[in-house]
């Protein structure tokens, strides 16, 4: 009876150890590739209808962190765009990227969640580069006023009003 008892002390020892080392490893891993394209994604809504609802249709520049919130995607305080997050507006036009290359590449998880659209991948010489197509650029130029570098992600939307 003793032995059963000790024994499941120290099961239950064991498994709570490898319950704290659990949480810890995960809490080191950092952010995944789908988490950072959902992030992604959820910003560019946010850039999107921003322009959409803005007083100066035909407005060129960046948008600032602090004035998305102010157009209904996220409530102030629930959602903080993540600080590589670049965006910028020409016309219609919305461009966001990354503003140096993430600890995660995300590219592949991010044409998941663009459907494999042409107007999202790599940037590479001012032109979007799918990942599912390495070989050759799509076609697509970003506006002549963004300078997107070279290797990260960036997703372009056209006529946003």
């Known amino acids: 009876m003793y032995l059963i008892c000790v024994l499941a002390m120290l099961g239950g020892l064991v498994a709570a150890m490898m319950s704290f080392v659990g949480t810890q490893r995960t809490a080191t891993l ?27 249709a035909g407005f060129s520049g960046s948008v600032p962190n602090a004035s998305l919130a102010a157009v209904g995607v996220y409530a102030p305080g629930q959602y903080a765009p993540n600080p590589l997050w670049r965006n910028y507006v020409q016309g219609s036009s919305v461009v ?20 494999n659209s042409v107007f999202a991948g790599t940037a590479y010489d001012n032109t979007i580069v799918s ?31």
């Open 30 to 56: 950092g952010p995944s590739a789908s988490v950072l394209a959902q992030d992604f994604s959820i910003y560019r809504t946010a850039v999107i209808r921003y322009v959409q609802t803005a007083q100066d």
């Open 131 to 161: 990942s599912s197509n390495v070989t050759a650029a799509s076609g697509i130029h970003l506006p002549a006023g963004v300078n997107v570098p070279n290797g990260v992600p960036v997703w372009e939307a056209l006529d946003v009003f």
């Open 96 to 115: 966001v990227y990354a503003a140096s290359m993430p600890s995660v590449n995300f590219v592949g998880a991010l044409e998941q969640v663009a459907l």
